[in-house]
Each structure stands twice: as C-alpha cells, then as structure tokens.
C-alpha cells in the first residue's frame, strides 16, 4: 500500500493570503495525484487530478504542482469558502488518501 | 445534471450486515465505474472498491475481501454496497462516487453521493 503524508496538518491563514499545502507518497506515482476539498458535513469535492489539472468549475486561485513522491497543492489568494479540510490521494495502485489539512481562519 | 443520491442513514448491531444503495441520474450509468469510499467520524478517506457497471466486475480493497459485495441494478441505474460481520469500527460515513474517466478506471473520484451514516452499536 502507498502511504500518503500531508503537512501540516492545520494550517491558520487569513483571507487574502497565499497557501501551500503539501503532500508526500511512500513510493512514486508518477502523475497519478488528485486533491480535495471537503467542507463539515459535505462531502470531497474534487479539486485537481494528474497533479496539475483543474477539475471542472474550480477556480484558477487553485493550482497543483510535483511528480514522483512530492506534490503541492497552492491557493493564490485564500477566500472565506476555502476554509476546509484538503485530502491528496493517489491512484497509481489502489487508491489511498493522505490525512488531510484543515486550513483555518486565523 | 450528474446525481448519485444514496440511502438513509442505518444503525446495525456487530456481527449483522448493512446495505448502501446509489442511485444515478444524468448520465449513462454503465459507462463510469463506481467506486465505495468511507470516512470514519472525525477522520480520514479511506476506499473500499469499484465495481464496474457494464459489466459486474468488482475489485476490493484487500482489508475488505470477504466482507463486501457491490452490486448493480442497470435497468434503475442503481449501485449496491454490502458490508457484512459489522464491527463497531465500521461506524463511518459511506459514499458512493463515481470515477473521472469513461469505460475504465482511473481512480479519480469526480461526483461524490451525499453519503449514508452506518453506525454500528450493540
């Protein structure tokens, strides 16, 4: 099984600033890399896949970059709705999530 | 629009079993495969296997093997998760969710159901 890593797990930020969440797999995958969004009581939206590609309607404040074992995940300019718990996940073999990063209000 | 709308919440004593069904809508059913996914309270994401609609096909997570069964109904566009010998750590949240691609799988999970709360509790 592949092992997802994601740092930090919470992240305090204030509206307006620029975030970097990162995330980390016990052996390469490749491109295989997906991000998510999860909001208290919904369920993951998907954010990004292939580590840099914008899922349908996400907004260009979200960008995904890194291959092999080191992904990051980057919101430009952090607005009151992104507040929420972020998951990568890889699927070069049987899908496995990372913890997750809750991103808060400062 | 895509929709996969699932059960109501269940509540199951250890040792029975639970069924979590998916209904689609929005787009052709045996074209995506569906996969299961759950998520303890409070925790993380973890996946339980995909079934392939077309055709029946399943593949599961090795933790499950011998526990889950997913089926599918094509004629109502509906998926179906068995989970059987319910243990009190398989109180979760359980979704449905469809994957990214058309015709194989990906891996990539794109539509999510709004999810099904099966608690387990003597």
């Known amino acids: 099984e592949i092992v997802m890593t994601q740092s930090p797990a919470t992240l305090s930020v204030s509206p307006g600033e620029r975030v970097t969440l990162s995330c980390r797999a016990s052996?390469?995958?490749?491109?295989?890399l997906a991000w998510y969004q999860q909001k208290p009581g919904q369920a993951p939206r998907l954010l990004i896949y292939g580590a840099s590609t914008r899922a349908t309607g996400i907004p260009a404040r979200f960008s995904g970059s890194g291959s092999g074992t080191e992904f990051s995940l980057t919101i430009s300019s952090l607005q009151s709705e992104d507040f929420a718990v972020y998951y990568c996940?890889?699927?070069?073999?049987?899908?496995?999530f990372g913890p997750g990063t809750k991103v808060d209000i400062k | 629009q895509v929709q996969l709308v699932q059960s109501g919440a269940e509540v199951k004593k250890p040792g029975a079993s639970v069924m979590v069904s998916c209904k689609t809508s929005g787009y052709p059913f045996t074209d995506y495969f569906m996969h299961w996914v759950r998520q303890a309270p409070g925790q993380g994401l973890e996946w339980m296997g995909w079934?392939?609609?077309?055709?029946?096909?399943?593949k599961y997570a090795q933790r499950f093997q011998g526990r889950v069964t997913m089926t599918r109904d094509t004629s109502i566009s509906t998926a179906y998760m068995e989970l059987s010998g319910l243990r009190s750590d398989d109180t979760a949240m359980y979704y449905c969710v469809r994957d990214l691609v058309t015709i194989a799988v990906a891996g990539i999970f794109d539509y999510w159901g709004q999810g099904t709360l099966v608690t387990v509790s003597s």
């Open positions: 052996q390469s995958v490749s491109s295989n």
């Open positions: 079934l392939n609609p077309n055709s029946g096909f399943t």
């Open positions: 996940q890889q699927y070069n073999k049987w899908p496995t």
